[in-house]
């Protein structure tokens, strides 16, 4: 974690603790702004990242980005359906969270008598609406994990649903989080970003748009680096590869390159006005972990709705540029077409 992460890291603590609730409802209100205290972490869904998201937070309680913040119990409903994770992978995350200390309950009405804040961890995005309500409806922060729905139309009802019961929500890739990602899309490390390139693994889900299901990763990473503001996308598709062009304002281009053949991996380039930089080496989850962590300490979401929804927005347009031939695609149109209807 770089040395501006820390500091905003410091600035949001100190300012909850001066007593900016952040628009939080009455519970959240009272629990962030009491005595410092144990956040109670409730987790929804039994996943890779159930596992590791849990055995990270957890095991941290000596490490000042962690402490206090510890996941208490878990709830696995029944789904995922075409994504279901072997009986052999669930015995195996169950075995790491127990011995994490997580105790496993039959409701998530339980879940929520004992947790303070959710991470909502169901490996499919398909239910995840309908497994936040109760979650929004208590005012509980909650951090919501790739995909966050099937389609956009999904996404925009969930944020819509956050803000209805003034309930926080943060969902973010941890791609967004690699080292150094900050300071470059500040222009600290290569000048005025003018334009990045991005790559990682995107297989097709039938159920999902494209490339919601791991194209999200290296795009958001784009993000990380180009920041919000694309017009239009371009795709261009085959079998083995996707290639999508996007053009943000004042003509700047940002484009991803998802992997279904070959060698796959992470990785891109920033181009800047003073210099071309790597980025995108994936190093584990620790430093999304360390963001949701600060997220339930303070109530405050590092990503806005409006810029989860338009790297939503970006997919489906490229979704669409694929229906459509590969033509351009503004991301204004089909915003506008997913919120009528």
């Known amino acids: ?35 410092p205290k144990t956040i109670r972490v409730g987790v929804i869904g039994l996943s890779v990242h159930s596992a590791d998201f849990t055995e990270i937070m957890n095991a941290g309680q000596n490490d000042p980005l962690f402490a206090g913040c510890k996941v208490v119990a878990l709830h696995h409903p ?35 008598k004992k947790s303070d804040a959710i991470m909502l961890l169901t490996n499919d995005g398909r239910p995840h609406r309908e497994q936040i309500l109760p979650v929004l409806k208590a005012g509980k922060p909650v951090f919501v994990d790739k995909p966050i729905a ?21 969902s973010s890739s941890p791609l967004r989080y690699v080292r150094d990602i900050q300071d470059l899309a500040q222009g600290k490390m290569a000048g005025e970003i003018l334009g990045a ?18 194209g999200i990763h290296a795009i958001e990473l784009l993000y990380a680096v180009m920041g919000p ?32 053949k070959g060698k796959i991996g992470f990785g891109g ?36 709705a409006a810029e989860t929804i338009e790297i939503y927005t970006f997919m489906e347009a490229a979704h669409e540029s694929k229906r459509r031939g590969g033509i351009p695609v503004a991301l204004s149109d089909i915003l506008a077409k997913t919120k009528r209807g």
């Not at 099937?150 to 943060?170: C, G, H, M, R, W």
């Not at 390139?197 to 791991?214: E, I, M, N, R, V």
Request: hydrophobic letters at 35%; aromatic letters at 10%; glycine letters at 10%.
């Open 269 to 304: 380039a920033a181009y800047g006005s003073e210099k071309i930089t790597e980025i995108g080496k994936f190093e584990g989850y620790k430093n999304l972990v360390a963001e949701i962590v600060t997220f339930f300490r303070t109530g405050q979401p590092p990503v806005t």
């Open 150 to 170: 099937e389609s956009l139309s999904n996404v925009i009802a969930l944020f819509d649903s956050a803000k209805k019961y003034q309930t926080p929500v943060f």
């Open 229 to 260: 503001g694309c017009q239009s996308v371009t795709r261009a598709y085959s079998e083995g590869t996707d290639v999508v062009t996007g053009i943000w304002k004042g003509g700047k281009i940002g484009v991803f390159r998802g992997l279904r």
């Open 1 to 35: 974690m770089n040395q501006s992460e820390k500091n905003r890291r410091d600035f949001l603590v100190k300012t909850v603790t001066a007593g900016l609730a952040f628009g939080l409802g009455n519970e959240a209100r009272s629990m962030f702004l009491s005595e």
């Open 197 to 214: 390139d991005t790559y990682g693994p995107a297989p097709l889900q039938k159920s999902h748009a494209d490339l919601f299901w791991d």
């Open 78 to 112: 029944k789904g995922n359906e075409d994504v279901e994770f072997s009986p052999e992978q669930l015995s195996r995350f169950t075995n790491t969270v127990q011995k994490n200390g997580v105790e496993l309950v039959s409701s998530t009405a339980e879940l929520l």
